[in-house]
């Protein structure tokens, strides 16, 4: 056993990040070796912070934050778990009342080496694609190369043999002894392995080292990656471990904790020294034994909470089967593998579905972080904990569905919060179809707190000390310096979201501005949906929106006057996206109406004779006229023969085949419920039906493209009755025919024998089952004679 006699220099302890086996001996080394100072791999600006680990509030996985005074954005992170070897020896550190520094090279430096990092990682892809040389050498894996050396494929399963199911055994120090050895050997062939900057850091540490032993002498304990370990024991000059050092580049820096999470610490989220499993690693630190048997345990445990049959004999069976494969395969203990195999084979039947659940929420795991409110921060991030608190919105690592009801104060208050924050470029929350109600008055958010949010947050403290200011004064930013029109009014309806009145008038300002020069009709077009949107928010937010009513209003004339000419001599594309425009608008201008703006008539009714305009000139492509058409047909402004009429004209046969086509396209295609109009109207169907078997060979090949696209998005159903209606033949016993009205699919006067079937339901959705009864004992509503309610024959009105 190595005794304090035997070692001469400071307790040097290489460790792996985040690895709890290296936890486990760090704990028993200090307990062992009791130093007087324990020194960590870690920005020495971060010394003042480290008392805060003692407090209540803190709870890892945490991380320190260093950004860029001037520029927040330039970030860097040094998470910490649990299971970090150096959040181990912190605690010990306060615990004993030992002093803990960081003696890694200052944040200052590592900030300002981000730039030429990017740099050289432009040059290293460029050399991938053959445009320049790479000059640095390959980088190594240590833990990689040992393991190969070792016999392993597998670097993972190498480390977790020899460390993690591995006991410190009576010597504490032994390990690292070890561990110190295999990486001076690295070192001697591999040199820096590729990391040349690791020799910079080296010299830092040595100097942070030896101005440690002067003031605690060599009861110093130094906890760091074992990569390290040979370099900080190597014997140096003062002079030329400086020397390293001269010349360095720095910034002004500011530092922090931060809440992280388990799902950042894997190594899919990049973090350099990430981990596969941490979840998994987090339980091998916690369980004090049978770790296996425990860890299946859990796995049961939430399996059962997903409805899935789980009992105690499944757990037995599968920790055998864990034991027996480790057994087989040469492993002191089963690892992750092992139990992994043997809960797809006992507890998932061989699926990997609810595999995957197991590695989502145990193996990697959603847990996040705490860090306690005297933590510095910038005042933008003090202000949104502080609403946070009272709004009752816990930043949480899991993602979750928030419903808000904007009717209720405290909803209202966190959709302004999510809405201020989307944007500072904070997206804390995205927006999400609501499975319920589809009024203004509800909205669906997908909540889900990522610690790189910090970081944005930092960023967008230069706007402001709060949320509201800061965001106010970024949409007055962004106003002016938005591209094109369509980005102001995106930018007006989030501020109306986000309730920002002092924003508002700069933004509509900017607006008013670009929509007065803007000439372009797709620009308008594409502007107006937003903007009326934006409208409908006054009732539900108590917001003034008489001022976009009148941009609104005006946008939509200037649309009316320029679109007939702007639809001339377009090509395929340029025509679907005109109609894109045209369905657009059409839609705006229902939710607009004739109540946008005095002075500007009826909206809807010049809208439509714009449409009627475009529907009969030659000189627009077909697809715009067949969408002109459909849309005045939905309107009622088009009878059912005039629009037979149309559609006979363009499928005649001296109208070219690509051109009828393309009309079909916009009349029954695009998702607008056209495959339903032909089930119900055979005549129309008719008319393509006879078309399209009198469309020359030579030409068909060019039409079909287009009629797929048409007739595909159909629903299956209704594919299948078109097809049947076909076979059968328009007119004949079985089809939707016409029985005397003269209009194909309709009768000439409603069924109420037929409606009168579908009363109850209708009642029932309309909560009219509970009538009252009137002062002679019957319903106040119901006819004696007939037993019809009085509100049926509206009923019926609405069921048919």
């Known amino acids: 056993m190595t005794t304090e006699a035997d070692r001469t220099g400071p307790l040097l302890l290489g460790v792996r990040h985040h690895g709890p086996g290296s936890a486990r001996a760090v704990r028993a080394a200090l307990d062992a070796a009791k130093p007087r100072a324990v020194l960590i791999e870690g920005p020495p600006e971060a010394d003042t912070l480290i008392p805060l680990a003692a407090e209540e509030d803190m709870r890892p996985p945490v991380a320190l934050l260093a950004h860029a005074v001037d520029e927040p954005g330039r970030s860097a992170f040094w998470p910490l778990a649990e299971f970090s070897p150096e959040w181990v020896a912190i605690r010990w550190a306060l615990d004993q009342g030992v002093p803990a520094r960081f003696i890694d090279l200052p944040a200052t430096h590592t900030l300002a080496w981000e730039k030429e990092n990017n740099k050289e990682q432009e040059t290293a892809e460029q050399a991938e694609d053959g445009e320049a040389e790479p000059d640095a050498q390959v980088r190594i894996d240590p833990l990689a190369v040992l393991a190969d050396a070792a016999g392993y494929d597998d670097a993972e399963r190498w480390w977790e043999d020899v460390v993690e199911h591995r006991g410190t055994g009576a010597d504490p120090l032994a390990p690292f002894a070890v561990l110190a050895e295999a990486m001076a050997a690295l070192r001697e062939v591999y040199g820096s392995g590729g990391h040349d900057r690791d020799l910079v850091r080296e010299a830092y540490m040595r100097l942070q080292i030896r101005a440690a032993r002067k003031e605690f002498g060599d009861a110093v304990a130094v906890v760091c990656g074992a990569w390290h370990v040979p370099a900080l024991a190597e014997r140096t000059t003062v002079a030329a471990d400086r020397a390293r050092l001269k010349g360095l580049p720095k910034v002004k820096a500011d530092m922090t904790w931060v809440p992280w999470t388990h799902r950042r610490l894997a190594r899919a989220s990049g973090y350099g020294a990430g981990i596969d499993s941490p979840g998994w690693y987090g339980h091998l630190f916690r369980a004090p034994d049978r770790p296996v048997e425990r860890w299946l345990t859990e796995v049961a445990g939430l399996l059962r909470e997903e409805d899935r049959i789980v009992s105690s004999a499944h757990v037995i069976e599968a920790v055998r089967l864990a034991e027996t494969l480790a057994a087989m395969r040469g492993r002191p203990l089963p690892g992750l593998g092992e139990t992994t195999d043997a809960v797809r084979a006992v507890m998932c039947d061989g699926s990997d579905v609810p595999l995957a659940l197991v590695h989502d929420r145990l193996v990697?795991?959603?847990?996040?972080?705490?860090?306690?409110?005297?933590?510095?921060?910038?005042?933008?991030?003090?202000?949104?904990?502080?609403?946070?608190?009272?709004?009752?919105?816990?930043?949480?690592?899991?993602?979750?569905?928030?419903?808000?009801?904007?009717?209720?104060?405290?909803?209202?208050?966190?959709?302004?919060?999510?809405?201020?924050?989307?944007?500072?470029?904070?997206?804390?929350?995205?927006?999400?179809?609501?499975?319920?109600?589809?009024?203004?008055?509800?909205?669906?958010?997908?909540?889900?707190?990522?610690?790189?949010?910090?970081?944005?947050?930092?960023?967008?403290?230069?706007?402001?000390?709060?949320?509201?200011?800061?965001?106010?004064?970024?949409?007055?930013?962004?106003?002016?310096?938005?591209?094109?029109?369509?980005?102001?009014?995106?930018?007006?309806?989030?501020?109306?979201?986000?309730?920002?009145?002092?924003?508002?008038?700069?933004?509509?300002?900017?607006?008013?501005?670009?929509?007065?020069?803007?000439?372009?009709?797709?620009h308008l077009a594409q502007a107006l949906p937003a903007l009326v949107r934006s409208l409908r928010y006054g009732d539900v937010r108590g917001t003034d929106t008489g001022a976009l009513a009148e941009v609104a209003a005006g946008l939509a004339e200037r649309i009316f006057v320029g679109l007939p000419p702007a639809c001339a001599g377009l090509d395929a594309d340029a025509a679907e996206e005109i109609r894109r425009h045209v369905d657009a608008v059409h839609g705006a201008v229902g939710l607009l109406g004739d109540t946008a703006a005095p002075g500007h008539g009826d909206l809807r009714a010049r809208w439509q004779k714009v449409l009627k305009v475009l529907s009969v000139r030659d000189t627009v492509p077909g697809v715009i006229r067949g969408r002109a058409v459909r849309l005045l047909l939905d309107e009622g402004e088009l009878a059912q023969d005039e629009t037979a009429r149309l559609m006979g004209l363009v499928l005649s046969p001296g109208t070219p085949p690509g051109d009828a086509a393309a009309w079909i396209e916009g009349f029954v295609g695009g998702g607008s419920g056209g495959g339903m109009l032909l089930v119900h109207d055979e005549r129309l169907l008719g008319l393509v039906d006879a078309w399209l078997t009198g469309v020359p060979a030579d030409a068909f090949t060019d039409v079909l493209p287009l009629l797929r696209r048409t007739f595909s998005a159909y629903e299956p159903g209704v594919r299948r009755t078109l097809g049947e209606l076909v076979r059968r033949g328009p007119g004949q016993p079985g089809g939707a025919t016409a029985t005397g009205s003269g209009v194909p699919g309709f009768a000439a006067e409603p069924d109420l024998a037929r409606a009168d079937a579908v009363l109850p339901a209708v009642r029932l959705l309309l909560g009219l089952d509970g009538a009252e009864p009137g002062p002679d004992g019957a319903d106040s509503g119901r006819d004696a004679d007939s037993g019809r309610d009085a509100k049926d024959d509206e009923l019926t009105g609405v069921a048919r």
Do not use: N, Y
């Open 364 to 522: 990697v795991g959603d847990v996040l972080g705490e860090v306690p409110a005297g933590a510095p921060a910038v005042p933008l991030q003090r202000d949104l904990d502080r609403i946070q608190r009272r709004l009752r919105l816990k930043p949480e690592a899991l993602e979750r569905e928030l419903e808000l009801d904007l009717r209720k104060e405290t909803d209202a208050a966190r959709s302004r919060l999510l809405h201020r924050l989307r944007l500072l470029g904070v997206p804390w929350g995205e927006p999400a179809a609501s499975r319920g109600s589809t009024g203004t008055f509800r909205e669906t958010w997908r909540l889900r707190w990522e610690p790189e949010l910090s970081v944005r947050i930092a960023e967008a403290g230069v706007w402001g000390t709060t949320v509201l200011a800061a965001a106010t004064a970024k949409s007055e930013a962004d106003a002016v310096s938005a591209p094109g029109l369509a980005d102001v009014t995106a930018l007006a309806e989030r501020c109306l979201l986000a309730e920002l009145p002092d924003a508002l008038p700069t933004v509509m300002k900017v607006l008013a501005d670009r929509a007065a020069l803007d000439t372009d009709v797709g």
